[in-house]
T-cell receptor
C-alpha cells in the first residue's frame, strides 16, 4: 500500500538551516503537506505544495518536491529553539481510496 | 469555532478496564480520523469516517478496539479490555473532505497500568 517515510530524529544548532526529508510511494498525490506538532499539542498544518510545483517558499520555510523521485523536503532557515517540534510529512492520493497518509514524524532538536 | 474537542485529556486506568475516548469534530466537517501516537511507532491512523460511515478501519490493532460515530458531531474510540501496550496519545482529527487539511484535537494521553 501507499507509504510515507521520514527519519525519526534531527538535531541542529540554533541559527543553522534544518532540512527534513521525506519519501512517499503514491504517484497520484495531489497535495503534499508538512504538519508541525509542538510539545503537548496536536498537529497543525505548516505548509503544503501542489504536486505540479517544484518549490514553494514561505518566509523561513522552503519546500522542495522531486516528483520523479517521490522526494519531499522542508528546509527551515535560521532555525530557532522555538522550531523544536515534530514535523510530519503527509500526502494525499487516490491509490487505495482517497485519503491523507502521514509519515511517522521527524523530531527536530535545536541546540542553543 | 472551538476546534476539535477531545475528552478526557488524560486517562490513567488499570489493565483489563474499559476505556472510552471521545471526540467532537469541527462543525461542518464531514470526515473524522482517529490516530495513535507513540515514541516507538510514531503516528498511526486507526480508523476514519466519512459522513459518519467507517471507511477504513485497517489500522485498528485488534478486536479490543472499536470506534463509532453515531452522528456528525460525536465519535468514540473504545478499548475493551485495555492493556499496558495501549498506552499512547490518541488524536482525533476532522476535515472537510477526507483528503483536505486535517484539524487535530489536543489528544488524550492514555496510560494503562
Amino acid at each position: 500500500g501507499e507509504d510515507v517515510e521520514q527519519s525519526l530524529f534531527l538535531s541542529v544548532r540554533e541559527g543553522d538551516s534544518s532540512v527534513i526529508n521525506c519519501t512517499y510511494t503514491d504517484s497520484s498525490s495531489t497535495y503534499l503537506y508538512w504538519y508541525k506538532q509542538e510539545p503537548g499539542a496536536g498537529l497543525q498544518l505548516l505548509t503544503y505544495i501542489f504536486s505540479n510545483m517544484d518549490m514553494k517558499q514561505d518566509q523561513r520555510l522552503t519546500v522542495l518536491l522531486n516528483k520523479k523521485d517521490k522526494h519531499l523536503s522542508l528546509r527551515i532557515a535560521d532555525t530557532q529553539t522555538g522550531d523544536s517540534a515534530i514535523y510530519f510529512c503527509a500526502e494525499n492520493g487516490n491509490t487505495g481510496g482517497f485519503k491523507t497518509i502521514f509519515g511517522a514524524g521527524t523530531r527536530l532538536f535545536v541546540k542553543a | 469555532d472551538a476546534g476539535v474537542i477531545q475528552s478526557p485529556r488524560h486517562e490513567v486506568t488499570e489493565m483489563g478496564q474499559e476505556v472510552t475516548l471521545r471526540c467532537k469534530p469541527i462543525s461542518g466537517h464531514n470526515s473524522l480520523f482517529w490516530y495513535r501516537q507513540t515514541m516507538m511507532r510514531g503516528l498511526e491512523l486507526l480508523i476514519y469516517f466519512n459522513n459518519n460511515v467507517p471507511i477504513d478501519d485497517s489500522g485498528m490493532p485488534e478486536d479490543r478496539f472499536s470506534a463509532k460515530m453515531p452522528n456528525a458531531s460525536f465519535s468514540t474510540l473504545k478499548i475493551q479490555p485495555s492493556e499496558p501496550r495501549d498506552s499512547a496519545v490518541y488524536f482525533c482529527a476532522s476535515s472537510l473532505g477526507q483528503d483536505n487539511e486535517q484539524f487535530f484535537g489536543p489528544g488524550t494521553r492514555l496510560t494503562v497500568l
